[in-house]
Structures are given as C-alpha cells and as structure tokens.
C-alpha cells in the first residue's frame, strides 16, 4: 500500500539532539517517487507540481541549516526562533518551509487518495454498465 510506504519513508530515528536533519531532508526528497508511481499519464503534471515545491521547501531548509550549521531539524528551528523573537518569521526561513512541507504532505497525500477512490469507482462503474449490456 503506497501510504504504509511512505510512514515507512518517515521513521527517522530521533537522537538526544533530534532529527538529523540530513535524514529528514533525504526521507521527503524520498516521497517525490510516491508521485511518479501514484500520479500518471495525464495526472503527471500534479506530481511534478509536487515534486518541485517539495524540492523548493528542502533547498530552503538545507540553506538555512548552512548558514547556521545546524545539523538537526529541532536545532534550526531554535534559531529561526532565537533570530526572530520580537519579530514575525521572514520568508525564506526553515519555519516556513517546515510547515509549507507539512500543508503540502498533507494536501497531496488527500489529493492522491481521492484520485485513487476516484479510479476504483469509475473502474467499477465501468464493469457494472458492462455487466447490463
């Protein structure tokens, strides 16, 4: 089942520290082939939408983790709290990306389950109108 594999994606094992954020930035470039599985022939354009935000939110979090040196996710977000304590979080931080990753996981595993129940009603609607002929 192609959401059993995507919790298997995410079992990052998590240190006194946290998340190392290396393996939490490989497990969702990892969920970018759940897309080209899920999402084909004229739905591929959906996974490529996918593809490239979740691609764009992981390069914002990697260059903020160099710009900080922090190696794991709890870590980078102290700092982007830390940095912006009297003021709101600025765009481009690692907060923002997180929870844009979060809303877009969210969205996207919704939108493929729907178009999955989608299928397996047409497809069955589709055997039922041959049945009565």
Known sequence: DLFSKLGLMF?????ADGIELKAFCDAVLACCTIFDKALTGPLSFLGEIAKNDFRRNVETIQRNASKTGALHVEQLLNTDCAWNESTQLKGGSASEAIVWLCRSLMFNMRMIRNVGV????????AGNDREQM
């Open 118 to 125: 989608a299928v397996e009603n047409h497809a069955g609607s």
């Open 11 to 15: 079992r990052l094992s998590r240190s």
